[in-house]
């Protein structure tokens, strides 16, 4: 198997199903060694079984491809470090850490418990900073030594996270924050020569195939299935690849044959008035910039998208 990740390892979380299995065997299919993890959890983050990761490494190398599971959790100290020693002792390097893993716990905010908070701020948000960490400590020390890597780490975020989506506050602010870490991440670790981006994925997978139901149906024989997971892949695999020099810092969403580059946060209209505004002169002026602004987007599952 060659193509363009050939000689590079790369180390992908939740790879035992859904988009992460597929960025698993695109990166293979591509020539990559790839360290494949996923804790067996249900779709809750209830549980946990060493089968889906085993079962990916085993498609792996049925195809020709390198691959090793590693099953431990990646939101622990431990399980995140593991998975850098992991690549490195089976395969002598890692250059692309894909931070995919995850899980929901949807409530409406008046309903949403502690718990369900914790657990999917944990799984996402920590989820990506620790692997983050390891990695960029083991680029750091290469770079240190005189082995500048080329490379590079890309995040999973969502259109919850860049718009929105009622019910699911939670993974809204998790996956907000995981646009926040890249940025920085990326500002950070450019001199290590790691490069850092993120995408917003749509794609069937059990996290969406019943809340989603028609927009992920399976097409009828001969259209372009758009919702399958493996059309995410190949830009997984590009910005995993030496090819994306000089890409970081972005934020793509990808979903079917579209790859879009979502323009972030900037200064819209501004007015300053050279001094302390007065409360009761506040109203008018911001009203006025917000008659001047750009419509905000709709946030997903609102009646304002209807
Ligand atoms: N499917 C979509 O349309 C969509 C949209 C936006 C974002 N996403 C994001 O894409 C990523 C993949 O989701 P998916 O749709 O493929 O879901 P999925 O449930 O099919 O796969 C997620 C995998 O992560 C694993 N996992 C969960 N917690 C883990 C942990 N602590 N350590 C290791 N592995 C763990 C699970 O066992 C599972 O195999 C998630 O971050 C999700 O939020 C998906």
């Not at 990506?128 to 975020?157: C, Q, Y």
């Amino acid at each position: 198997m060659t193509g363009i990740c050939t000689g590079r390892v790369a180390a992908v979380t939740g790879a035992g199903r859904g988009l992460g299995r597929a960025h698993a065997l695109a990166l293979a299919a591509e020539g990559a060694a790839v360290v494949v993890n996923d804790l067996g959890v249900a779709a809750d983050g209830a549980g946990a079984s060493t089968g889906p990761a085993q079962e990916v490494v085993e498609e792996i190398r049925a195809r020709g491809g390198r691959a090793v599971a590693h099953t431990d959790d990646i939101t622990t100290d431990d399980g995140a470090r593991s998975l850098v020693t992991t690549a490195v002792d089976s395969f002598g390097r890692l250059d692309a850490l894909v931070n995919n893993a995850g899980f929901l716990r949807d409530r409406m905010l008046v309903n949403l418990d502690e718990d369900d908070w914790d657990a999917v701020m944990r799984v996402h948000l920590k989820g990506h900073f620790l692997p983050l960490k390891h990695a960029a400590a083991h680029w750091r020390a290469e770079a240190k030594a005189g082995r500048t890597p080329d490379a590079r780490i890309v995040n999973t975020s969502s259109g919850a996270g860049l718009l929105g989506s009622v019910g699911q506050g939670n993974y809204s602010a998790a996956k907000a924050g995981i646009l926040g870490l890249t940025l920085v991440a990326a500002a950070e670790l450019g001199r290590y020569g790691v490069q850092v981006n993120a995408l917003a994925p749509a794609a069937r997978t059990r996290m969406t195939e019943q809340a989603f139901a028609e927009t992920m149906a399976t097409p009828t024989d001969g259209v372009f299935d758009a919702m399958a997971p493996e059309n995410v892949s190949p830009l997984v695999v590009w910005l995993s690849s030496a090819d994306s020099t000089g890409v970081t810092g972005r934020v793509f969403e990808a979903e079917g044959g579209r790859i879009t580059v979502m323009e972030g946060w900037r200064p819209g209209p501004t007015t300053d008035r050279g001094a302390r505004w007065a409360p009761s002169d506040v109203g008018a002026a911001t009203r006025e910039l917000l008659a001047a602004a750009e419509v905000a987007w709709p946030v997903y599952g609102s009646r304002l998208s209807a």
